[in-house]
Nanobody
Framework: QVQLVESGGGLVQPGGSLRLSCLAS????????MYWVRQAPRKGLEWVSA????????DYADSVKGRFTISRDNAKNTLYLHMNSLKTEDTAVYYC???????????????WGQGTQVTVSS
């Protein structure tokens, strides 16, 4: 079955960097739509970024464009989110998700990881 396991979250100061990882199994990772979604305290789900692992095509929410980079290593079945210039408003639980196609609506994603906490604070 599909499994997605995130790691790499933690506490970081404003302006700092983190790299999140998502180890995938149970499906053909190298030709999949993969997403990062976050949920800040007391807020709804926010789509962050997308990648089609077959071509490497990517997209980003305006709130993270220029600061975050999504990437993948198909040989390792692993999705990454490189986060730079972190802000306090980036504090959230970050989820890795697999979609059936292209969508920026998290409600369309059938498979999710358990999430990893990112806290940006001085």
């Amino acid at each position: 079955q599909v499994q997605l396991v995130e790691s790499g979250g933690g506490l970081v100061q404003p302006g700092g960097s983190l790299r999140l990882s998502c180890l995938a199994s149970g499906f053909t990772f190298s030709s999949s739509w993969m997403y990062w979604v976050r949920q800040a305290p007391r807020k709804g789900l926010e789509w962050v970024s997308a990648i089609y692992t077959g071509t490497g095509d990517t997209d980003y929410a305006d709130s993270v464009k220029g600061r975050f980079t999504i990437s993948r290593d198909n040989a390792k079945n692993t999705l990454y989110l490189h986060m730079n210039s972190l802000k306090t408003e980036d504090t959230a639980v970050y989820y890795c998700a697999k979609g059936a196609g292209w969508s920026t609506n998290p409600s369309d994603y059938p498979y999710w990881g358990q999430g990893t906490q990112v806290t940006v604070s001085s």
